[in-house]
Every structure is written in structure tokens, then in C-alpha cells.
């Protein structure tokens, strides 16, 4: 399971969504700043006071950071 | 594979460059690691043609578009370019041809992940930020430190927090943080606020919630998880004062992304690339740069995207005469 925690506004997190969209990859989109439980879950799994942070299957990517969510999703980037 | 052109950057100067060249009918590679470079965090554009407010990722996947139509496969070979996202290049060698000496010369442009030859090369890669070097700024970046106000001004809701650099830059992040933040600090080294908004420094200097520390600089971030304070000093009285904040957002300018270079062009002391301002030609024939990262005057998406133009018509007629 995918899981992209972002904000309406973050260019990177654009870029992340559309970068999975475009590799046919299904996430669930959470946007921190309207979901305070969701922006603590965030900080806690990642240690991050920043997006993007994506959760694939339980292993935490901080920022666009391509190769690795490659690497981490078996796809080829 | 020896390309005619390969271009560096995915900003509007390379992103131009591109579309000029492709036009020429030059065999063309564009490497970048991502599109938009610094536009992308551009909150909201209002100076450039056909659009009277966009943002600056609206506008980077508008000109991706653009570009993207040149692409060898979706233009059915109409046009030779080509596209490679995910690339960083990591340096530029001028290549020796030994032997026949009418052999023109190339260049090698090694990426992260493979060595391409190009007979000419356009530098686009733009500016980077300029990163704060004090005690705790590395160790609290992303822990509280941010230096992307659109991505996480919302994070910061009811926190307080300050915001270092009051330049243009600056004072937009303050703006974007007055919809969030409780209580916001502005850090200006300055005796007042500068900048080309005159409007928005009066909407800061009456915002209740917006503190603006005049002729300060900021010497220390502590925290222990996350950033929880800092230490500024006044550059008048020198006197040193901790102020509790959870986030801290920095706006301090940009360097020119020319580093990877290693002095093979000819740069000014601030690092920008010299250039010829008619064929953005560099020190080294068959080398152009354009955009950002040049010493051009005015750092604008306008300029970039016309020297983008400018240098793919210099490689083009340097190909020409070659």
C-alpha cells in the first residue's frame, strides 16, 4: 500500500502524484494540512516537518527522492 | 550515438533551448533530474505573457507540454529530441580527438547514470538555494527548517514561527504563512523592509500577527527533536536574544548551479557563468549557457526562456560553421 502524505500547494508533491499516476501506481493522497491526525502520523513515521513523504508498505521516503521510490516500488524508472 | 546538441537543465531556459532546437532540426538530448527547477516553487507568477496570475507549477507542466510535442516519439520523428528525466550530470569534458585534426571536436557529459557525447553543449541548470550555515541548520533541515514555503507553510498551522531573509522572497513567504501560523516572525538585516512590493510591505508591517526584527541576523537554531528556538543578534546594540519558534523558513537568495563545472568555463565571483550576450556563447567554443545560471542581468522566467532561444540559434549556427 501506497501512501502520499502532501499539501495542495507543494510543487514537489505535484510532481510525486503525478510521477505514480504516470507509472500506474494506485496511492492514497493525504493532505496534511487538513488532517491534523494525518499531519502527527506523518512527523512521527518520518521524523519529518515536511512533504512530500510517501509510506510504501511501511518504508518512509522523504521528499521526490525518484530512484528510491523506484527501487522500493519494483518499477522501472 | 553522438547528439548535436545536448542541453542541461529543465528549467525555461533549457525547456526553450529545447523547443529552438528541435525546430532546427538539431539531434537533440535534454538531461535534467526534474522539471521546473526553482519556478516551481513560485507561488504566483504575474510577469509573464498570456497569463495574468499562474502558479509556478501550472506553468512548468504548461511549458512540459509544450515541449513534450517535440519529443522524437510523440512527433512521429518529425523532430529529434530527446527527453531524459532523472538525470543529473555530474560533469562536462571537452574530448580530445586525436589523429585528423579537421575532426570537429565534442564534448562528453557524464550523468548519474550513463556518458553521452554531444558535438555542443547548453548549460540551463539555473540556481539552487542558498542554505544557512549556522550551528543546528543542518542537523534541523526538515525538522522544523524548511526552505519550501508553499509546500510546508500548512504544516505550520497555530505554530510560530520566523522567516530568515525579508527580501521579495521573504516577505512572499511571510505573506503565505499569515494564513497559517499563529504568530510569525520576520528576521531583515536591513534598517527597513526592500523589496519591489510596496503594497504587500504595508499589509506585512499592519498584520497583527507578523513581528518584522529589523537589523538582526540570525546566529543559532536549537531544538532537540524538532527546531524549538533561536538565538539572533542585533547587528546595532549586539545584543543577543532567544526567541522560542517551532518552524523556521529560509529565504537567503541563491548560488548559481555551475559547481559541477570545475572551473572548465570561465565564471564571475559570484559563480555565474560569463557569457557573450548575442550567441550565449562561454570561454569555450561550442559551450553556451543560458538562463540563471549565466551573468545575465535580471534572474525572470521571461529572460531565461529567451536565452533559451537565443543560445539554441548560437549552438545552431557554432554546428553550422563547423
Known amino acids: 500500500m501506497v501512501k502520499v502524505y502532501s499539501t495542495p500547494t507543494c510543487p514537489y508533491c505535484h510532481t510525486l502524484k503525478a510521477f505514480l499516476k504516470e507509472k500506474g501506481v494506485e496511492f492514497q493522497d493525504i493532505d496534511v494540512s487538513q488532517d491534523e491526525k494525518a499531519l502527527n502520523e506523518m512527523i512521527d513515521k518520518s521524523g519529518q516537518m515536511g512533504v512530500p513523504v510517501s509510506d510504501i508498505d511501511g518504508q518512509i521516503v522523504i521528499g521526490f527522492d525518484r530512484e528510491k521510490i523506484c527501487q522500493l516500488l519494483k518499477i522501472e524508472c | ?322
Open chain 2, 1 to 322: 550515438m553522438i547528439y548535436d546538441l545536448i542541453i542541461i537543465g529543465g528549467g525555461p531556459a533549457a525547456i526553450s533551448a529545447a523547443i529552438f532546437a528541435a525546430r532546427k532540426q538539431l539531434k537533440t538530448l535534454l538531461l535534467t533530474r526534474e522539471f521546473g527547477g526553482q519556478l516551481m516553487e513560485g507561488y504566483k507568477i504575474e510577469n509573464y505573457l498570456g497569463y495574468w496570475a499562474i502558479s509556478g507549477v501550472e506553468l512548468v507542466q504548461k511549458f512540459v507540454e509544450h515541449l513534450k510535442r517535440f519529443d522524437k516519439k510523440a512527433s512521429q520523428g518529425d523532430f529529434d529530441l530527446e527527453i531524459k528525466e532523472g538525470e543529473t550530470v555530474l560533469s562536462i569534458r571537452l574530448k580530445q580527438n586525436e589523429g585528423d585534426e579537421r575532426e570537429s571536436k565534442n564534448f562528453d557529459a557524464q550523468s548519474n547514470k550513463e556518458n553521452y557525447q554531444g558535438k555542443a553543449i547548453i548549460i540551463a541548470t539555473g540556481k539552487s538555494e542558498r542554505k544557512l550555515e549556522i550551528p543546528g541548520a543542518k542537523e534541523f533541515e526538515g525538522k522544523g527548517i524548511s526552505y519550501c514555503a508553499t509546500c510546508d507553510a500548512p504544516i505550520f498551522r497555530d505554530k510560530i514561527v520566523a522567516v530568515i531573509g525579508a527580501g521579495d522572497a521573504g516577505q512572499d513567504t511571510v505573506w503565505q504563512l499569515t494564513k497559517y501560523a499563529s504568530k510569525i516572525y520576520l528576521l531583515n538585516r536591513y534598517d527597513e523592509l526592500r523589496g519591489d512590493d510596496k503594497e504587500l510591505r504595508e499589509r506585512l508591517k499592519k498584520d497583527k500577527k507578523v513581528e518584522i526584527l529589523n537589523e538582526v541576523e540570525i546566529i543559532e537554531i536549537s531544538g532537540e527533536k524538532f527546531v524549538n528556538g533561536l538565538v539572533y543578534r542585533s547587528f546595532r546594540t549586539k545584543e543577543e536574544r532567544k526567541i522560542n519558534v517551532n518552524g523556521i523558513f529560509v529565504e537567503i537568495g541563491s548560488t548559481p548551479a555551475s559547481m559541477f563545472l570545475e572551473g572548465l568555463l570561465r565564471c564571475n565571483d559570484k559563480g555565474e557563468i560569463i557569457i557573450n550576450h548575442d550567441s550565449c556563447v562561454t570561454s569555450v567554443p561550442g559551450i553556451f549557457a543560458a538562463g540563471d545560471v549565466t551573468d545575465a542581468l535580471g534572474k525572470q522566467i521571461i529572460i531565461a526562456a529567451g536565452m533559451g532561444a537565443k543560445a539554441a540559434l548560437g549552438a545552431y549556427n557554432y554546428l553550422k560553421n563547423q
